[in-house]
């Protein structure tokens, strides 16, 4: 297969086989299967296909642009297994790799310390790469790895990349990525007082959004598309 670009990945022999539909949404349909590499190497993976309804598919690009430039940016990080391999993309879907484990708020509480360390490791990983995740409110986007012990980060539909990793507002972004991780920190363990002041201080970006857009963003996505507040756009069972 050709070098990943966020845009395209050139098919080759590669393709995609369904095996089951996991959720279907107004942003399209979301499928697990196997994803065969030109090597005929077969990859359990996940396939995110994009709406035809012209109203909506705007907005499902949107996200799904997201979530395939932050994995193409993230690439390098994919082999450790806590982060999707971007495996295939085009204009109406997009096929990244399966991670076994369980959803955060499913899983056995609590959770060590060294979970937590591993976690907080992989945002400066992200962040050494110029990308925040921008939704780990959701406990839902955090996987524990089916052995038990590594944190997997899924759903990079609202990521951001930046050129520029000291600009204001990317920091500003991946202080939140921090501070919502010390949130589910909190309910397994005491902080530190540090973590405590990171926990205490909200960025601009946030206090800005829960003064203007969240409540339009809210009634948009509980009350039109039916979102539950930990699933967001569909169940993260994978």
């Not at 495996?87 to 096929?95: F, I, K, P, S, T």
């Not at 524990?144 to 980060?153: F, I, N, R, T």
Request: hydrophobic share 35%.
């Amino acid at each position: 297969m050709e070098s990943i670009a966020a845009d395209r990945i050139a098919p080759g022999k590669t393709r995609f086989e369904c095996q089951k539909v996991l959720k279907r949404d107004a942003f399209g349909q979301i499928e697990q299967g196997l994803f065969y590499r030109n090597s005929g190497e077969k990859v359990p993976a996940i396939r995110r296909l994009y709406t035809r309804t012209f109203w909506i598919r705007p907005f499902a690009c949107l996200l799904a642009g997201n979530e395939k430039k932050a994995l193409a940016r993230l690439n390098n990080l994919s082999a450790k297994g806590q982060i999707p391999e971007l495996l295939y993309a085009d204009g109406n879907y997009h096929v990244r790799s399966f991670i076994d484990g369980e959803v955060l708020y499913r899983h056995e509480r609590p959770l060590s310390a060294e979970f937590y360390r591993d976690a907080r490791k992989l945002l400066r990983d992200l962040r050494h790469q110029g990308v925040c995740h921008n939704d780990l409110a959701k406990e839902a986007n955090w996987l524990v790895s089916s052995d038990g012990q590594k944190p997997v980060l899924v759903d990079f539909q609202l990521a951001r990349c930046f050129k520029n990793r000291h600009s204001k507002l990317f920091l500003a972004l991946c202080h939140e990525d921090l501070r919502h991780l010390l949130k589910h920190k909190r309910k397994d363990m005491t902080v530190t007082a540090r973590e405590a002041r990171v926990l205490g201080t909200k960025a601009l970006p946030t206090r800005i959004w829960q003064m203007t857009g969240r409540q339009v963003y809210l009634f948009i996505t509980r009350r039109v598309l039916g979102w539950q507040d930990r699933t967001g756009s569909y169940e993260r069972d994978f």
